[in-house]
């Protein structure tokens, strides 16, 4: 084998060492994983998915609620063309789950200027954790095409 064949042979093989260790660091020792649904809200198909939602913990309360001191959960419905509720508004620095799903289509759920996106799937839950870090008005949109008035779907944020 040529002298420079090795070289780049054990060059890849350390980079695809350090990827798979960059990767196992941060699910194992970081928590970090993909935005995925962690629940199911079960219907039949001849229920109405909004009227199931209206008697469904948390679903059947959406908005902002204090769990503990410091820490907030958000329960969020994406409908066509709207998010109920449309204004969030929350304390900066604490800890903040959001808690979403669908009413009717598969809808988008990103914080322009975060981390926090969402897949918003009917009869799917997500959720993500996120600290706000700066005080302001945030725009909460929808990034998945969901229909004829898609561009007007967002909501508004407010961290102070
Ligand atoms: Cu909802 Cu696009």
Request: net charge positive.
């Given at each position: 084998m040529e002298r420079f064949e090795k070289v780049f042979l054990?060059?890849?093989?350390?980079?695809?060492?350090?990827?798979?260790?960059?990767?196992?660091?941060?699910?194992l020792a970081m928590?970090?994983?993909?935005p995925s649904h962690f629940g199911m809200i079960h219907y039949t198909a001849d229920q109405k998915l909004r009227k199931v939602l209206?008697?469904?913990?948390?679903?059947?309360?959406?908005?902002v609620h204090q769990v503990a001191p410091g820490?907030?959960?958000?329960?969020?419905?994406?409908?066509?063309?709207?998010?109920?509720?449309?204004?969030?508004e929350l304390p900066l620095g604490a800890d903040v789950t959001f808690?979403?799903?669908?009413?009717?289509?598969i809808h988008g759920f990103f914080i322009a200027g975060t981390r926090v996106n969402m897949m918003l799937i009917?009869?799917?839950?997500s959720e993500f954790n996120y600290r706000f870090r700066k005080p302001?008005?945030?725009?909460?949109?929808?990034?998945?095409?969901?229909?004829?008035?898609?561009?007007?779907?967002?909501?508004?944020?407010?961290?102070?």
């Open positions: 054990c060059a890849a093989a350390l980079v695809l060492v350090a990827f798979l260790g960059a990767l196992g660091y941060s699910s928590g970090i994983h993909l209206r008697k469904t913990p948390p679903f059947d309360h959406p908005g820490k907030y959960q958000v329960v969020v419905i994406g409908l066509t063309w709207s998010f109920l509720p449309d204004l969030i808690v979403a799903t669908s009413m009717d289509v009917p009869g799917q839950v302001g008005e945030y725009l909460l949109i929808c990034h998945e095409y969901c229909g004829r008035l898609h561009q007007t779907m967002s909501a508004k944020v407010v961290v102070k």
